[in-house]
Every structure is written in C-alpha cells, then in structure tokens.
C-alpha cells in the first residue's frame, strides 16, 4: 500500500488523485492533505479519508476546520502554515507526494519533498518554468523521483523506455534510442480566428477550451498558446532534452496527447479521451497500470485526427516562452510572473487578448537578473517581475 500526501487536495488534480484513492482503498492509504483555504471541502475529504494530517496555509481556516473536525470526533491534526506544508511534504511515513498546489506557493513544500528523498508527482509547472536547474540539482543528490501529471508530459513519460521513467530528467536520449519527442497542443479556441478577431475576443470565450475543463488561468494560457510554451520548458528540464530533440504540433481533436520518436523510425503515440484521471492514476500506480474510471477510447466515433505547425506569428507567446528559456532560469520566472499578471488582468477586462503578449515581451525586456542560486532569489525575481507587470499592464490599460 503506498502512503500519500497530496500538496493541494481541494483543487481539481488534488481532487481527482481522491477519486483514485477511494476506487482503490488496498492500494493508497491517505496521510496528509494541504489546502489554501477551502474547509468545506477538506472537511469532506477528513470525512471520507482519515489523513492523520491536514495543513491548512490559512491559519484562520485551519482554526474553523480545528473545531468542525473536533465536533465530529475526527482525530485528524491540523496545522497551518508554509512552514508545516514542507514538514508534512517531507513526512518520513509518506510514499509519494503529489504536488498539486497552484503557483509559487509550492516551490518550498516540493523542495522539501525532493530533499525527503519522495516520489513526487508533479503538476505544479511553476517549479521546472521557474526553478527547474535548482530541482533537478536537488532531484539527482537527493534519490527523489519525479513523475509528471500533466497529460502530455505523463504522455512521453508512459512512451519512453523503462530505463528513461527511472531516470526522470537525468537520462540521454541517444543513449535510450529517442531520437525527439512530439508535444501535440489542441491550440485552444482561438487558432482559426483572424488577428483581428483575437484582439476582440472577451474572458468567458478564452475560458471555453474546446476539449479541456480547466481552470481560467490554464485556458487563457491555452488561448494564447504560452501554456504549451511552458510545457515546452517543462519537457526540457524532465526529460533532459535537447532544443533539436522536442517538436510541436498542433492536434485540435487532443486525442493523441504526445509522442515519442525512436531512432529506428518507430514513432509510438499514446491516444486516450481527454481526461486527467488517465495521466494521474499511471503516475500513481507506475510502473503498474489500474482502473482510473475513465472510459475507453471509441475510434468508431473519431471521424479525423488532424495535425499541423503552429503559427508563431499569430500566438507569439509560444516563441517568446522557448526564447525565454534559452537566456536562462531567471528569464523564465520573469516570463513567467509577467504572464500571470498579464492573464490576470485580462481575465478582469483590464487589457485586451493580444495586450497579454505585449505585458510579457515588454517586462522581459526591461529586466536584467543574475541567475537564481537559491529558491530565495527565484521568489525575489518574482516579486520585482510582478510590480513592473502592473505598472505595464497600468500603462496599457483601457
């Protein structure tokens, strides 16, 4: 049975993995649930999981679950903090880590779990976009493994060699016989429409992603089209890739959600319904495979699969993320504020559509950081990057 603690229970990959845990009670045992502020649904999920711990970062929201859980004689401790989310990260009994928690707020808590030796099942992005070098140096002292969770990243990793899962972000392509991998992109709502039609689409039509339910930042990420720009940059560091080793394409159908090309001309795909529970339940269950409640895929009811190069010039967010990364890990978390910045003042009707590229580019431009060489500096390039995104995004405004 494998112990687990998941960094972002409430959200919606923390809720999933639960789904998982109560199909498969013999195989997961719950010990400790990490949440923001969300006590209604941690109280649930104390009801139906028992963890032995629950922090809450909140200290007034883990007050109020303190006392409800106290009224229904559940023995759960509780604590808060950043400080008790990395201990409970690092807990001696916990198997794996899956770190779900949304933003920089989960860099320190999976530092921790790297250093505690963990299994890690990542899908916060911010912590390769914006601190991969410094995970990667801690991930091949420390004997943790990480395994991804976003769909097209846990993709490539159920394609590769066995060798290569060991071996997450340390192993060589040639050395395994890969000659690239394939990162496809369903290029969001907006790839047929005119450059014209873009600077006039509205928040709730970025938000509607065609095949994809997910949260409001991740679908305007999508929109734009940085979001696979940032899966780019996730790629490199987790597998270990070479600029000439990753390829994009566009796939609107998200049918097929990568792939992986050998060097003897084999080229193998993995291909299922749209739908996270897949990527989560094999990272759980690796290298075993179980049932993750998802349905099979039909192919009588797929009437194409369709495939095609992305227009740089029309969603220049995508270049401007794979340039970014190639000036450096300070670049990258200065791309990386500046969009969520940008991303959010669209989502308030501050700036239009195509004004998001215009906050990233310009605040890129008008930074000039040292290389990060501590966790502490990645969080102080993030800070200043988001003043001077609002003072762009101020200056850009309606």
């Keep these: ?28 045992k719950v010990i400790a649930l990490v949440a923001d502020k969300n006590t209604t649904t941690m109280l649930k999920q104390c009801e139906l999981f028992s963890p032995n ?6 200290e007034k929201s883990a007050n109020i679950l303190r006392e409800k859980l106290k009224k229904r004689k559940i023995k759960t401790q509780v604590v808060s903090g950043q400080k008790s989310i990395c201990e409970l990260a690092a807990l001696p009994e ?18 921790s779990a790297i250093h505690a030796g963990k299994t890690i099942l990542l899908a916060n992005k911010e ?48 050395e395994n016989g890969v000659k690239n991998i394939i990162l496809t992109a369903s290029g969001g709502p907006f790839y047929n429409f005119s450059s014209h039609d873009l600077s006039n689409v509205t928040p709730i039509q970025a938000c509607t992603h065609p095949n994809w339910s997910m ?22 560091w987790l597998f270990n ?53 998802v349905d099979v895929l039909n192919f009588s009811k797929i009437k194409k699969l369709s495939f095609f190069e992305p227009n740089l010039i029309k969603f220049p967010c995508l270049k401007l993320a794979i340039d970014a990364f190639n000036q450096g890990q300070a670049a ?50 993030d800070r200043i990057s988001r003043i001077l995104a609002k003072k762009i995004v101020l200056s850009l405004a309606f």
């Design 53 to 58: 711990w629950v922090a809450m970062n909140d």
């Design 1 to 28: 049975m494998k112990k687990i603690t998941i960094l972002g229970s409430t959200g919606s990959i923390g809720i999933h993995a639960l789904s998982i845990v109560q199909k498969h009670p013999n195989l997961f």
């Design 332 to 381: 990258m978390t200065v791309l990386n504020a500046a969009n969520e910045i940008a991303v959010s003042a669209f989502l308030k009707s501050k700036i239009s559509f195509n004004k998001i590229f215009e906050v990233n580019v310009e605040t890129l431009t008008s930074s000039c950081f040292s290389e990060p060489e501590s966790i502490e500096d990645v969080l102080e390039i």
């Design 241 to 293: 890739a070479l600029e000439s080793e990753i390829k994009i394409l566009i796939h609107p159908e998200s049918i097929i959600h990568s792939m992986v090309q050998y060097s003897d001309g084999a080229l193998l795909a993995q291909l299922s319904v749209p739908d996270i529970r897949i990527a989560i339940s094999y990272s759980m269950s690796w290298p075993n495979r179980i049932d993750s409640g």
């Design 94 to 111: 916990t198997d794996q880590v899956i770190a779900a928690i949304v933003g920089m707020a989960g860099l320190l808590p999976i530092l």
């Design 215 to 236: 949260g409001k930042k991740i679908s305007v990420d999508s929109a734009t089209m940085m979001n696979k720009g940032l899966e780019y940059v996730e790629a490199r």
């Design 127 to 174: 912590s390769l976009i914006t601190s991969g070098y410094l995970f990667m140096k801690a991930l091949s002292s420390s004997g943790a493994k990480i395994f991804p969770i976003d769909s097209e990243h846990n993709a490539i990793f159920q394609l590769l060699p066995l060798n290569m899962q060991k071996n997450i972000g340390l192993a060589n392509f040639k």
